[in-house]
């Protein structure tokens, strides 16, 4: 009987194709062809993968045995064979990264390659791995890191840290404030930023870094070495959703910070001041009172008893001094009534408001002039659908009250008065003479025009300071106060008055209010 013994040299080569063939790696052996002087002209493939003949979209039985020049007939000038020639001639591996665009397939690849000599110095074994979408992630990385770098650069005041899921601190720009050890973003760069941070902040600092990196977000502001920051502590994700970095992010506030407190001081100083001068008018006008009720007292005492004893001009005399301290008593409580007027409480902390119904406020208010609108005469017409406006009630009638009755007083002799109101709704840009408001804000207009006697255009902001009067009290009576009145609460409520006039041809003032709040309970 006969029996086959395979041959053991084929047996170990089968064994090493096929452990080969399992490689991710693409292998090919390269067996050197010389010419008459030594040279080598050119290469036969001894050997080569499965993953090489998938990446260069060859099969093996039909390049075992070609040379390089049949297959890669325009390759033969590429460095890629001269680098084989210099492996093999000099004995000395070579590694690299490197670009081609394989034949066959047309496609674009990144490898890294490996050239090592083997045998008596007549092959090299190449080996590459196709590192293209690496290359094509690091590329994009860069990318992203100038553009990330160049943003960060560009905001004053800014600067970043990036940690590894290690803390180590990947990258830093900006100059960095006062926790860190260091100022310079380039000194801290490969170090552990636990490492980079002073004594007396690491333990706060390693919580925050420990946490972001766990998933946590922080955000606060505070205070290190003359710098105030804003400063936000995070996690930086992947395109799958995993935690890869920690970022820390610092804002300098400074300058702002100390804008706000000087605001905050000048505020708290403006409201004590205010304050104060509410307390002083209150007070003043208080004790203002006492003796002019002990003058008019004595002055009228003096009228009952001794008038019959009194020429013609003692009783006039008598009668002046009552009517000036009649005049008095009337300014020191409209002195008083102004310095009552404040900013209403809820306006002032940016609260909800009810909304008041101008409509309503002039129909309460009509009732409380009846009296007087009947002794002139007067025609006052409402407009339809009036706006509602968040504010104080009470305040804001004292506002149009004052209009309407200065509308029908500053009439010319045996004229009727005649007084229209209406309103409507407007943007800020519209409103006229009137700063740091928001141009897309809606406010409401009315205005109240009349046909009196009319105001000259160079009193047009006289008119609204305190005791201002353009006629003498014995042609119109009043304090002066009204429409000063008027000015403080329209600013007390977000808007403003302003005036249209000419001389004999009537007023109007439009008095604008913020419309804030939607809509609402209406009282």
């Not at 004053?156 to 590894?164: H, I, K, Q």
């Not at 972001?212 to 710098?227: K, R, T």
């Not at 008019?296 to 009668?319: C, H, M, T, W």
Request: glycine share 8%.
């Amino acid at each position: 009987m006969k029996v086959n013994i395979a041959d053991p040299v084929q047996m170990t080569s089968s064994l090493w194709q096929k452990a080969l063939d399992k490689s991710a790696t693409g292998i090919i052996v390269y067996e050197s062809v010389r010419n008459n002087d030594g040279d080598i002209e050119s290469f036969n493939i001894r050997l080569i993968n499965s993953r090489a003949e998938h990446l260069l979209g060859f099969n093996r039985n039909d390049v075992l045995g070609q040379t390089a020049t049949d297959l890669f007939p325009t390759q033969n000038s590429n460095s890629f064979w001269d680098d084989i020639v210099d492996v093999i001639d000099s004995n000395t591996p070579q590694h690299r990264e490197f670009f081609a665009q394989i034949s066959r397939t047309q496609q674009e690849h990144w490898f890294d390659l490996c050239i090592e000599p083997m045998g008596d110095g007549s092959c090299a074994v190449v080996s590459f791995t196709d590192i293209t979408e690496l290359k094509k992630a690091s590329q994009t990385l860069i990318g992203e890191s100038m553009l990330f770098n160049t943003l960060s650069s560009s905001v004053p005041g800014m600067s970043v840290v990036v940690v590894n899921y290690f803390q180590k601190i990947l990258f830093a720009n900006g100059e960095l404030p006062g926790l860190f050890k260091s100022r310079k973003a380039d000194d801290i760069v490969g170090k552990r930023i636990a490492d980079t941070i002073l004594p007396e902040y690491q333990n706060d600092w390693k919580r925050y870094v420990s946490t972001a990196l766990m998933g946590e977000h922080h955000s606060f502001s505070d205070h290190w070495g003359g710098w105030r920051c804003e400063v936000y502590a995070g996690p930086v994700r992947n395109e799958r959703g995993d935690i890869a970095m920690g970022i820390c992010v610092f804002r300098d506030i400074s300058e702002q910070f100390r804008q706000q407190q000087t605001l905050q001081r000048m505020n708290n100083d403006l409201k004590q001041s205010n304050h104060s001068l509410e307390q002083f008018a209150y007070v003043a006008s208080h004790d203002l009172q006492e003796p002019l009720r002990k003058i008019k007292s004595f002055g009228d005492l003096l009228n009952e008893r001794y008038a019959p004893q009194l020429d013609n001009a003692g009783q006039d005399i008598v009668q002046r001094m009552q009517s000036a301290a009649d005049r008095m008593n009337e300014l020191i409580k409209s002195l008083l009534s102004y310095a009552r007027i404040t900013t209403p409480k809820g306006l002032s902390e940016h609260q909800k408001q009810d909304l008041v119904t101008v409509e309503g406020l002039l129909n309460e208010i009509q009732n409380d002039l009846e009296i007087v609108i009947q002794e002139r005469g007067a025609v006052i017409k409402t407009g339809l659908n009036l706006p509602a406006v968040p504010g104080d009630k009470t305040q804001l009638r004292q506002l149009f009250q004052n209009l309407l009755t200065n509308a029908m007083k500053f009439t010319r002799p045996n004229q009727r008065p005649e007084v229209s109101i209406t309103g409507r709704l407007i943007r800020g840009i519209e409103v006229p003479d009137f700063p740091n408001l928001d141009p897309f804000q809606e406010y409401a207009v009315i205005a109240v025009q009349d046909n009196g006697i009319g105001i000259a255009p160079e009193h047009f902001k006289t008119i609204f300071g305190l005791f201002t009067r353009l006629h003498g009290r014995q042609q119109f009576a009043g304090s002066g106060i009204g429409l000063a009145t008027c000015k403080r609460v329209a600013e007390n409520h977000g808007g403003t008055i302003t005036v249209e006039s000419k001389l004999g041809y009537g007023t109007t003032f439009y008095v604008y209010l913020p419309l804030h709040v939607p809509a609402q309970e209406v009282r």
